[in-house]
Nanobody
């Protein structure tokens, strides 16, 4: 199983980035996918999740209205479009997958990607 997260980088306040997460080798296609982020010394924070059954999405209040999670075609790959970025969005961003939606939303994942760094300058 491999989760490849990419798309991070340096952007100015108010700018946009699009992260991608490509999942391969999953034991089941019925897999929810979520994004989290973590700043040094802080706990991991849930950002967004997409439900494999109907592609419905849910977001943390901190990113609602600014971030959009979408599936790429019908596979186990997703985009996280991030707009109106703020310096407090600076963190390492991780994608994760899981078969149990409530658990994944709480950060209990079956698999984690390696993370991609997003830096928002003021």
């Amino acid at each position: 199983v491999q989760l490849q997260a990419s798309g991070g980088g340096l952007v100015q306040t108010g700018g946009s980035l699009r992260l991608s997460c490509v999942a391969s080798g999953l034991p089941s296609p019925n897999t929810h996918i979520a994004w989290f982020r973590q700043e040094p010394g802080k706990e991991r924070e849930f950002l967004a999740i997409i439900n494999w059954r109907d592609d419905s999405t849910d977001y943390a209040d901190s990113v609602k209205g600014r971030f959009t999670l979408s599936r790429v075609n019908t596979g186990n790959s997703v985009y996280l479009q991030m707009n109106s970025l703020k310096p407090e969005d600076t963190a390492v961003y991780y994608c994760a997958t899981g078969l149990r939606y409530p658990s994944l939303r709480l950060g209990v994942a079956d698999y984690w990607g390696q993370g991609t760094l997003v830096t928002v300058s003021s």
